[in-house]
């Protein structure tokens, strides 16, 4: 068992189907979660520039495609709790969390309660720019605004996960000393290692393990290492994370995009080849069963039990 915290799929789905692409779940990716041993994902609904210029309207529309081609599937199912996530598991089936990547589609905060309807459990205030709730990692001086603790204090009475990647230095700071709620890094690595933006400093680092929130390994090559990143370097910062947070907090959000951005004109590319390759990466990780588990599974599963529990039908 595997569970991804971090996959751009919803995105990918839409940007196939204006090509005529109608199953690209089924027909683009579902054998590589397989082949991987993947039973679990987070889909991160991330909207691009154009998607920005109407965000409820496009994130609703990925959410709705991504639930049809899941359905579609018949071996995906869209979860909102870890009660559910082992039940889906249990029928051999990839249970599918839902996440905004940048709350821009949450255009009041009062419209979180239609993304909770949708399924949505997983909130990141930002993506790199700075909106009306938060700096993001571009803007590293811009904290959280008002209107930004608002939504957190309705996220929490939801006891829905805050996911700090992508946050400014400030906002991250302060978003761990505000909110009341779980908090977790999906897709981040250590600046110490790699030093970028994008990634934790020590700091946070320890600030969110002692917290009780996971950080998950991002697989991209320029978050994994400033050097020409290998899996031995993905391995490194597995290894440095674990020693500073603990095992029970670190786990993985890789974060593909070769295939589902196939158009990026990007330096950076996935260390592994894809969710296909995850299992082996496990493998290859020189770490006691009992320490591999937590990172594939465990340690996420932890964090899915503090969603509200509804038993699905
Ligand atoms: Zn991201």
């Given at each position: 068992?595997?569970?991804?915290?971090?996959?751009?799929?919803?995105?990918?789905?839409?940007?196939?189907?204006?090509?005529?692409?109608?199953?690209?779940?089924?027909?683009?990716?579902?054998?590589?979660?397989?082949?991987?041993?993947?039973t679990g994902v987070?889909?991160?609904?991330?909207?691009?520039?154009?998607?920005?210029?109407?965000?409820?309207?496009?994130?609703?529309?990925?959410?709705?495609?991504i639930k049809?081609?899941v359905e579609?599937s018949q071996r995906m199912e869209l979860v909102t709790s870890?009660?559910q996530f082992e039940a889906a598991y249990k029928r051999d089936l990839i249970g599918l969390f839902?996440?905004?990547?940048?709350?821009?589609?949450?255009?009041?905060?009062?419209?979180?309660?239609?993304?909770?309807?949708?399924g949505?459990?997983?909130?990141?205030?930002?993506?790199?720019?700075?909106?009306?709730?938060?700096?993001?990692?571009?803007?590293?001086?811009?904290?959280?605004?008002?209107?930004?603790?608002?939504?957190?204090?309705?996220?929490?009475?939801?006891?829905?996960?805050?996911?700090?990647?992508?946050?400014?230095?400030?906002?991250?700071?302060?978003?761990?000393?505000?909110?009341?709620?779980?908090?977790?890094?999906?897709?981040?690595?250590?600046?110490?290692?790699?030093?970028?933006?994008?990634?934790?400093?020590?700091?946070?680092?320890?600030?969110?393990?002692?917290?009780?929130?996971?950080?998950?390994?991002?697989?991209?090559?320029?978050?994994?290492?400033?050097?020409?990143?290998?899996?031995?370097?993905?391995?490194?910062?597995?290894?440095?994370?674990?020693?500073?947070?603990?095992?029970?907090?670190?786990?993985?959000?890789?974060?593909?995009?070769?295939?589902?951005?196939?158009?990026?004109?990007?330096?950076?590319?996935?260390?592994?080849?894809?969710?296909?390759?995850?299992?082996?990466?496990?493998?290859?990780?020189?770490?006691?069963?009992?320490?591999?588990?937590?990172?594939?599974?465990?340690?996420?599963?932890?964090?899915?039990?503090?969603?509200?529990?509804?038993?699905s039908a």
């Amino acid at each position: 068992m595997i569970i991804d915290g971090h996959a751009d799929i919803s995105g990918y789905l839409i940007r196939q189907k204006q090509q005529g692409r109608l199953s690209a779940l089924e027909d683009d990716l579902l054998a590589d979660l397989q082949a991987g041993g993947i039973t679990g994902v987070v889909n991160a609904v991330y909207l691009s520039e154009d998607e920005l210029a109407d965000p409820k309207k496009s994130a609703l529309a990925q959410i709705k495609e991504i639930k049809h081609q899941v359905e579609l599937s018949q071996r995906m199912e869209l979860v909102t709790s870890a009660h559910q996530f082992e039940a889906a598991y249990k029928r051999d089936l990839i249970g599918l969390f839902l996440s905004l990547e940048g709350a821009e589609p949450i255009e009041q905060s009062s419209d979180l309660d239609l993304y909770y309807d949708q399924g949505v459990r997983f909130v990141g205030l930002t993506w790199n720019r700075a909106n009306r709730y938060s700096g993001g990692c571009d803007t590293p001086d811009i904290g959280l605004s008002d209107s930004g603790r608002e939504l957190l204090d309705r996220m929490s009475r939801k006891n829905m996960i805050l996911d700090l990647s992508h946050l400014s230095d400030v906002a991250t700071d302060q978003a761990l000393a505000y909110y009341r709620g779980t908090v977790i890094a999906s897709h981040s690595n250590a600046r110490s290692y790699a030093d970028h933006v994008r990634n934790m400093t020590d700091d946070q680092l320890i600030k969110l393990a002692n917290r009780g929130g996971v950080v998950g390994l991002n697989a991209m090559s320029k978050f994994v290492s400033q050097n020409h990143a290998t899996k031995e370097d993905m391995r490194r910062q597995l290894d440095y994370m674990i020693n500073l947070c603990g095992e029970d907090h670190v786990a993985f959000g890789f974060d593909f995009c070769d295939r589902l951005f196939p158009e990026a004109d990007s330096k950076s590319f996935d260390v592994l080849d894809g969710h296909e390759q995850a299992f082996d990466f496990l493998d290859t990780l020189r770490l006691p069963d009992r320490i591999k588990d937590k990172l594939a599974w465990q340690n996420w599963l932890r964090i899915y039990e503090t969603l509200n529990d509804k038993p699905s039908a």
